[in-house]
């Protein structure tokens, strides 16, 4: 398993950054909250094989 990293845009002409305000509550929750774990845990339900799987944060 990977940790994807996606350009800003992909299909779309809209950016979330712009309209969440910088001070806004869910992003102090973001920079708090450890993805590691769920990672950890969902890390025996993906493939060996085949296609990448996709980052679950």
Known sequence: MRVQVAPAQIFYD???DVHVPADHLLR??????????VR??????????????????
């Open 28 to 37: 102090h929750i973001d920079r708090l909250l450890g993805l590691e774990s």
């Open 14 to 16: 809209f950016c979330l």
């Open 40 to 57: 950890t845990a969902l890390k025996p339900f993906y493939s060996s094989i085949g296609r990448p799987s996709i980052d679950p944060g």
